[in-house]
């Protein structure tokens, strides 16, 4: 029989690099199956552990249960999961673990997994990544800001060694590590952490038989291999080079245990060369109204405050060159006089739902459910919505979102550091006809990052729109409150790609000739 893997997820955040591995399918054959996923924040901890049950649902009887297809349409609230299915709660329970790495607790719980894992499966697979925050950009420019702070007390710097310390005990065929780009630039105590990286998996296997050869993913002709990098840079995956839509790129690291390294040589995977863009996941989804905050909020009262906003745009844009804009501002005035959205949430299906020729809405939609989740819009101060249509307006006429300086003066935000190159793009726009830019947990805060491209909307984007550019399959429900969901996808893995990892994977595995006995 075709081998198992057994999975250990570190740092599962809601699991959508396992939902890559665990959804792969070889033929009949599911090679990857999760045996613990280790994840300490509550709300993504439960998120994780609904889909777990679901995936042990389904897997024993062929098809979601009914309640949860009713909890996800919003037609009941949600159900004691153990009533519906008392053994797939449980096996949940197994599977999805809320607990910090690095203490006792989680300790015992990754050792006790082990060692079922190694008794029930032919061999093991890591994946995972450290928190990002203390690596990214944006967190190390935020932490710099902190009175007091000191690089070399945050301890978020060196989770990576927890990562490590359970791949020495595991000893898996391969693992999986992912991270933020910054992690390539990051110093603490005046060294690159991923120099220190590299020297702790270098490290691995001395006096015990295996090490570790590490590899890069290389996409190069339709083909995704893996090779041995010649620099740092070379562990950038670009995502949007795996169909996903969406210009996000990290730091991901393959390794494969030297017994089975040589599988590598000749092992890949096609990929498409198609580019996928935002319109092509989000472009036919429920039209929404944004909400306005601090003001009366009704369809009326939005569209009076946008139309206003549309017609001062439009004298705003006076002269021939201007011509093609202000046209544009003219017509949604003209529109949202006549009508236009209405409600803040829809949960319709898009007609053909469930029916395209197509690898990626495949993958997103899902037949058996009775509408979408968590398409629902966040209000906007009155004054941001005249930014967010200018912004909308001017990528669709110019191709490319505004900076600072090309907002007009009496909608630039009243703020001293708005003329500082500081708030460049402030506010942008996701471009309808491209891949959208890196979706991040910034997404959470106001949405001013993630502009939905069309005029007559005029908000940020859903919890939903946001998860079908992360590739996060429509049954897939993100628990907690509206902000914790924004978080979850944000700090996830596009699940889509990670299936075509999990792929790659497999491939080099199969290619040793050890899958078949």
């Known amino acids: 029989m075709p081998a198992k893997f057994g999975i250990v997820d570190l740092f599962?955040?809601?699991?959508?690099?396992?939902?890559?591995?665990?959804?792969?399918?070889?033929?009949?054959?599911?090679?990857?199956?999760?045996?613990?996923?280790?994840?300490?924040?509550?709300?993504?901890?439960?998120?994780?552990?609904?889909?777990?049950?679901?995936?042990?649902?389904?897997?024993?009887?062929?098809?979601?249960?009914?309640?949860?297809v009713d909890f996800h349409a919003g037609m009941s609230d949600e159900p004691d999961w153990h009533e519906v299915d008392a053994h797939a709660w449980a096996q949940a329970a197994e599977e999805a673990h809320c607990l910090e790495l690095g203490t006792e607790d989680a300790g015992k719980a990754i050792d006790a997994a082990i060692t079922s894992l190694r008794r029930d499966y032919d061999d093991t697979i890591l994946i995972g990544g450290p928190p990002c925050q203390a690596y990214s950009l944006v967190g190390r420019a935020r932490s710099k800001g902190k009175v007091g702070y000191v690089p070399e007390d945050d301890e978020r710097h060196y989770l990576f060694r927890e990562y490590i310390s359970v791949l020495d005990r595991l000893r898996p065929a391969a693992f999986v590590m992912e991270n933020v780009k910054g992690m390539l630039s990051s110093t603490i105590e005046s060294r690159l952490v991923f120099e220190m990286l590299m020297e702790d998996l270098a490290s691995l296997g001395t006096g015990k038989g295996h090490q570790y050869e590490l590899r890069a993913i290389h996409v190069e002709d339709g083909r995704a291999i893996l090779r041995e990098a010649a620099q740092p840079s070379d562990f950038i995956v670009r995502a949007e080079r795996f169909s996903v839509p969406q210009r996000r790129h990290r730091v991901i690291i393959i390794g494969i245990r030297s017994d089975l390294a040589s599988g590598a040589t000749g092992a890949g995977i096609p990929v498409s060369d198609v580019a996928r863009t935002v319109d092509d996941v989000i472009g036919n989804m429920p039209m929404l109204r944004s909400g306005i905050s601090r003001g009366q909020d009704d369809p009326d009262a939005w569209r009076t405050v946008v139309a206003d906003?549309?017609?001062?745009?439009?004298?705003?844009?006076?002269?021939?060159?201007?011509?093609?804009?202000?046209?544009?501002?003219?017509?949604?005035?003209?529109?949202?006089?006549?009508?236009?959205?209405?409600?803040?949430?829809?949960?319709?299906?898009?007609?053909?739902?469930?029916?395209?020729?197509?690898?990626?809405?495949?993958?997103?939609?899902?037949?058996?459910?009775?509408?979408?989740?968590?398409?629902?819009?966040?209000?906007?101060?009155?004054?941001?919505?005249?930014?967010?249509?200018?912004?909308?307006?001017?990528?669709?006429?110019?191709?490319?979102?505004?900076?600072?300086?090309?907002?007009?003066?009496?909608?630039?935000p009243d703020h001293k550091n708005w003329d500082s190159g500081k708030f460049n793009d402030r506010f942008r726009v996701q471009l309808a006809g491209e891949a959208s830019t890196t979706v991040t947990s910034h997404i959470s805060k106001d949405g001013h990052y993630f502009i939905h491209p069309d005029p007559m909307q005029c908000r940020s984007l859903t919890v939903r729109e946001a998860a079908r550019l992360q590739t996060f399959p429509d049954d897939y429900l993100f628990l907690g409150n509206r902000t914790q969901q924004y978080v979850q996808v944000g700090n996830a893995v596009p699940p889509f790609l990670a299936r075509q990892i999990a792929d790659l994977v497999h491939a080099v595995l199969a290619n040793k000739g050890k899958l078949e006995p």
């Open 309 to 412: 906003a549309a017609r001062l745009l439009a004298n705003l844009h006076g002269g021939k060159d201007n011509a093609q804009i202000r046209g544009v501002f003219k017509d949604v005035a003209k529109r949202l006089k006549a009508g236009g959205p209405a409600v803040r949430s829809a949960s319709r299906l898009p007609e053909g739902y469930g029916t395209a020729n197509d690898a990626l809405l495949q993958w997103l939609e899902r037949p058996g459910l009775r509408g979408l989740a968590q398409h629902e819009t966040r209000g906007h101060m009155a004054s941001d919505l005249g930014r967010y249509l200018f912004a909308a307006v001017f990528g669709d006429v110019h191709g490319c979102s505004p900076k600072a300086v090309d907002f007009p003066y009496l909608i630039s």
């Open 12 to 68: 599962a955040g809601p699991g959508g690099l396992g939902e890559g591995f665990s959804c792969l399918k070889v033929g009949d054959h599911a090679p990857f199956h999760i045996g613990i996923s280790v994840e300490k924040e509550t709300s993504a901890h439960r998120t994780l552990r609904l889909r777990a049950f679901l995936r042990e649902h389904q897997a024993q009887h062929g098809t979601l249960p009914q309640a949860f």
